[in-house]
């Protein structure tokens, strides 16, 4: 710590603004040293920033910038768990709600552009509370700053020196400022001068345009011509050129001429695209979102600018935030429930999640093996969702109640731990719901009794390839015999492989199909309890009555 002579801390300020020689102060008032506003402003001022909109990029990604920080959703954060401090946080955001505050955050980051936007509170007594009853942005035209910072209202009365403005009447946003001028540092000194220049480009432009665009139509009349004949002469230009003509004497005859000109058409586009991206740059640090470009093969630039984007928007919301909290919130509180802890008003920037990778990454992790909670699902997609019943023959139709037993039954199952276990038993009613058996040993023996005549009927279409496969195989023989060439064989081949099958295979492979879902699903309903049944089953489906 810095000691004074006498050994006590330096609290008083060294280098003020009072004491810098390069500044001139009259009236006690300071003046804003933009050199864009000195050079370019005369008696405009800051207004001539405010013409900057009419620019139809400028004003674009001006407004886009704003809506960055509008767009979030804003919360008022208790300064502790306390009541008080709780019931602070409540009134304020009451208080934020009853006023068009989507509205008053735009009106003051006009401050992005001018440097500084001062808005007046108009405060109410309700329901017997001091409270905003609504804020109007002023023109900063109207101000000026004191030598200790304080605000003063240029008036009618006092065009100079201005007057000093009330406490807690005024908030004033700042962008860029520093501690020698409260007059902040706008975009409008950057912009400035690529507006400038766009429009001028345009102007050239479109010069240009009237000049090459169409040919101007020359008429010639003799020397001795009366009016009456040059009138004639003009009406005969007025009807093939309706913008251009000129008469000169000599001749009565007329020409269509051209300018002769040099460099390329597209010279003014090109111009006018390139300030267009300065202006880009300049308002929101990057051009992609404005202007669409080539980025290039794995260049992730667009990830980036958009991560440079979304940096200056958060940068503008703390900084609104910061000016709120420290009057707007501040004043609240301390005018209705002084000694409360101040809470923080807060413009939210988390970004939601991308559902589709997460969806793609919890896919992933199911085939791996892991399966997500009910909790988890409700939590990351959202309410509505259901957990689907998993296809089994645990959760088969009606008609295949009972079946578990049966089949167990069937394939010589029973014994002291199956007998009795039927579908009517309350012990293992619930089967057919997708409810574990009662016995274990049942259950596997299901499931044995299942995969054996699942394999019979695999088993009863195999044996019969041959028959299936006789009369393609004979067609092939002959083609061959018939060709007894390879190349013709190989070029008629083609032709074979379009005919038309043969329906009795068609017909054995369609009920073999079938059967494989039928027992696939569970849908099959026993008959009788007798080993063999789904065997017998798959055979009559195969067609051996």
């Keep these: 710590m810095i000691l004074d002579k006498d050994g ?12 810098d020689p390069h500044r001139v102060f009259f009236g006690g008032v300071q003046f804003n040293e933009d050199d864009t506003i000195k050079a370019r402003g005369g008696s405009k001022g800051l207004k001539i920033y405010q013409e900057l909109k009419r620019d139809a990029h400028a004003g674009a990604v001006l407004a886009k910038r704003k809506l960055a920080v509008t767009s979030r959703t804003w919360v008022v954060n208790a300064a502790s768990e306390k009541p008080a401090d709780k019931a602070a946080a409540e009134l304020v955001t009451k208080a934020l ?78 962008r860029g400022a520093d501690d020698d001028s409260p007059f902040g540092a706008g975009l409008g000194s950057m912009l400035y001068w690529p507006v400038f220049f766009k429009r001028n480009g345009i102007t050239f432009w479109l010069t240009f345009a009237d000049k090459f665009g169409a040919p101007t139509a020359l008429g010639k009349y003799p020397a001795g011509a009366q009016k009456d004949e040059q009138k004639k002469l003009l009406g005969a230009l007025a009807a093939i050129s309706r913008d251009a003509g000129v008469i000169i004497p000599e001749g009565m005859a007329i020409e269509l001429i051209e300018a002769s000109r040099s460099g390329s058409v597209d010279t003014y586009e090109k111009l006018v695209r390139y300030m267009d991206e300065q202006i880009s740059k300049a308002v929101l640090g990057e051009t992609m979102s404005t202007t669409a470009a080539s980025a290039g093969l794995g260049s992730n630039q667009a990830n980036v600018q958009n991560d440079v984007r979304l ?47 997460l969806a793609e990454r919890d896919s992933k992790l ?40 049966d089949a ?11 007998r009795g276990a039927r579908a009517d038993d309350p012990a293992t009613a619930g089967f057919a719901e997708g409810l574990p058996l009662g016995k274990a040993s049942a259950q596997r023996a299901f499931n044995q009794a299942r995969q054996e005549a699942i394999q019979s009927g695999a088993e009863e279409l195999a044996a019969q390839w041959q028959a299936l496969m006789r009369k393609p195989m004979e067609d092939l023989v002959n083609l061959l015999d018939e060709t007894g ?22 017909e054995t492979i369609a009920r073999a199909t079938f059967a494989g879902h039928v027992m696939g699903r569970g849908l099959a309903k026993p008959v009788a309890k007798k080993p063999g049944l789904m065997a017998r089953a798959v055979k009559k489906l195969l067609g051996d009555q």
């Design 97 to 174: 709600q009853h006023l068009k505050f989507n509205n008053i955050c735009k009106r003051l980051l006009e401050a992005n552009l001018n440097g500084f936007q001062p808005s007046e509170i108009l405060w109410e007594v309700r329901d017997g509370l001091v409270l905003p009853k609504t804020i109007k942005a002023r023109d900063p035209r109207r101000f000026t700053f004191g030598l200790q910072d304080e605000l003063r209202l240029l008036t009618r009365e006092n065009l100079l020196q201005g007057e000093v403005m009330p406490a807690r009447k005024f908030i004033v946003h700042r």
């Design 408 to 418: 167990a039954l069937e394939a010589g199952a029973e014994d002291e731990d199956t």
């Design 366 to 405: 199911f085939q791996m093996g892991f399966e997500p909670s009910e909790q988890y699902i409700t939590e990351t997609y959202g309410e509505g969702w259901t957990r689907k019943a998993p296809p089994s023959v645990l959760t088969a139709p009606v008609q295949t109640q009972g079946y578990a037993v």
């Design 311 to 357: 940096e200056v928007a958060m940068d503008d919301a703390n900084e609104l935030d910061e000016t709120l909290n420290d009057t707007l919130v501040r004043w609240i509180v301390e005018y209705n429930m002084p000694g409360a802890g101040l809470p923080k008003l807060e413009h939210v920037f988390d970004e939601p999640e991308d559902t589709a990778k």
């Design 485 to 506: 060439d390879l190349v013709q064989f190989r070029e008629r081949l083609t032709g074979l492989l379009h005919a038309k099958p043969d329906p009795a295979t068609v």
């Design 8 to 19: 006590e801390p330096m609290t008083q300020e060294i280098a003020s603004i009072t004491r």
